[in-house]
């Protein structure tokens, strides 16, 4: 199995800036995609940004030249510097992580917990 952990949510005043943190552990064969998630209440799960395995990165329109996403492959790690943060950025943010852990079956998306994210005007 694989386990994902968020971690680096918080509150914070419109215009500042939170890194949150990602790290996948557990029987992994090989790490693809990796991306980050949010949620806020009464919406449906929308992805924030993602990269891939050789560094491309992509990003949803409302966070692009304020968010950056980053990865260590050797680590198992992602993170996300969030800049100029405003009030609509506040959700729950979540990291998935898509694994291999054999040879004989595909690749899958793993899931963390999630972590709050909240902004103030």
């Known amino acids: 199995q694989v386990q994902v952990v968020e971690s680096g949510g918080g509150l914070v005043q419109a215009g500042g800036s939170l890194r949150l943190s990602c790290s996948a552990s557990?029987?992994?064969?090989?790490?693809?995609?990796m991306g980050w998630y949010r949620q806020a209440p009464g919406k449906q799960r929308e992805l924030v940004a993602s990269?891939?395995?050789?560094?491309?990165?992509d990003y949803a329109d409302s966070v692009k030249g304020r968010f950056t996403i980053s990865r260590d492959n050797a680590k198992n790690t992602m993170a996300l510097q969030m800049n100029s943060l405003a009030p609509e950025d506040t959700a729950v943010y979540y990291c998935?992580?898509?694994?291999?852990?054999?040879?004989?079956?595909?690749?899958?998306?793993?899931w963390g917990q999630g972590t709050q994210v909240t902004v103030s005007s």
């Open positions: 998935k992580v898509t694994a291999r852990t054999s040879t004989l079956w595909a690749a899958y998306g793993y």
């Open positions: 557990g029987n992994i064969l090989s790490i693809n995609a």
């Open positions: 990269i891939t395995s050789g560094g491309n990165t």
